[in-house]
């Protein structure tokens, strides 16, 4: 948290003080400077006057402009440098929630220096749209650039892709060639990232699209996905059960788990309880599946070969693989002693 060297709601009376009654009413209803931060939009306050928003809005501008002209604001020039050193080392451009939390610890005063920020003149805020959050600036090229970027590095991740944190940053750096280098540093990189509504961060710290289920996790089967991935190698349901309740402090029942596994298509049962990753490229389905897909792979093969090639597929003893073998109506010898599909 950095302290200023002055009090926000202090400054903001004295520039209120300059107004007229009603245009100074106006910009503390707009601003929420008064009861309690609660803030009037344009219609609400044009009600209350009865004029329109249009003229709410013009009188909101009047009022800001006749500070920015008034002798009081050359007066205050050290408070709005202060400000945009702060912006200018947080990267030129920044999302404004971050930046009122960095700067102030109580809620109260965020709202007199949103004031401040619009007051000063080397400050510019771009609202939120669909794919970045409110957000302020002091170098609108660098803006531009590093909201091009962030549009580079989102369309660069797929929906199931999850990016570990160096990973992420590597890519974004690499699109960031219009901006200074002095800012390519991981923790400007890691601001900007504010900015972006595609892209954010799970609950184990990798990155992926906001929309993707290994981001967002709504469930006991997205918490396990990612318990699995960061494993690395199949897990039993009941350990899969546990890791979620330890790492998400998340109730996790071992039969609800279970069922879970079962249901999503994202994991194959490999062995007696355990579970894998699709993706790792097991094959789906029970053993008689996975011979099949070998035979079918590598044309006949002896008994010996298809319990090699199966135990790679699957954590079952050899007399499971053989037991499998002995359905006359899938599988059939060659003359040679070899087994082949019988399909």
Do not use: C
Request: a neutral charge; charged letters at 30%.
């Amino acid at each position: 948290m950095l302290m200023l060297t002055f009090k926000p709601h202090q400054v903001t009376s004295k520039f209120l003080k300059i107004l007229n009654d009603r245009t100074r009413d106006v910009l503390e209803k707009r601003y929420g400077l008064t009861n309690g931060g609660e803030t009037h939009t344009l219609e609400s306050i044009g009600a209350l006057y009865g004029i329109t928003r249009e003229r709410v809005r013009q009188i909101e501008n009047h009022g800001v402009q006749t500070i920015q002209r008034s002798k009081l604001y050359d007066e205050h020039a050290p408070i709005f440098d202060e400000l945009e050193v702060i912006i200018r080392n947080h990267g030129l451009v920044i999302d404004e929630s971050h930046l009122l939390e960095t700067i102030a610890s109580r809620k109260e005063h965020r709202s007199h220096i949103l004031l401040l920020l619009t007051i000063g003149k080397q400050f510019a805020r771009t609202k939120e749209n669909q794919h970045f959050t409110d957000r302020w600036h002091i170098d609108t090229s660098v803006a531009a650039a590093v909201e091009d970027a962030l549009h580079v590095l989102a369309n660069s991740v797929e929906m199931d892709d999850l990016v570990a944190e160096n990973e992420l940053f590597a890519r974004f750096k690499r699109s960031l060639a219009k901006v200074p280098g002095t800012y390519h540093t991981n923790e400007h990189l890691d601001r900007w990232l504010r900015l972006t509504k595609r892209l954010d961060r799970n609950p184990l710290g990798e990155w992926g699209l906001v929309e993707s289920s290994n981001v967002r996790t709504k469930g006991v089967r997205d918490y396990a996905y990612l318990i699995v991935k960061r494993h690395g190698s199949p897990m039993h349901f009941r350990e899969v059960a546990q890791a979620i309740e330890e790492t998400f402090s998340r109730a996790a029942h071992i039969a609800t788990t279970h069922n879970e596994l079962i249901k999503d298509d994202r994991f194959v049962l490999v062995g007696r309880g355990l579970y894998a990753l699709t993706e790792w490229g097991y094959t789906p389905g029970v053993v008689k599946d996975v011979i099949l897909a070998v035979l079918e792979k590598h044309g006949p093969l002896t008994k010996t070969e298809i319990i090699d090639h199966v135990r790679k597929e699957r954590y079952v003893k050899d007399n499971t693989i053989v037991v499998n073998l002995q359905d006359l109506n899938l599988f059939a010898k060659t003359s040679d002693g070899k087994y082949k599909s019988a399909l």
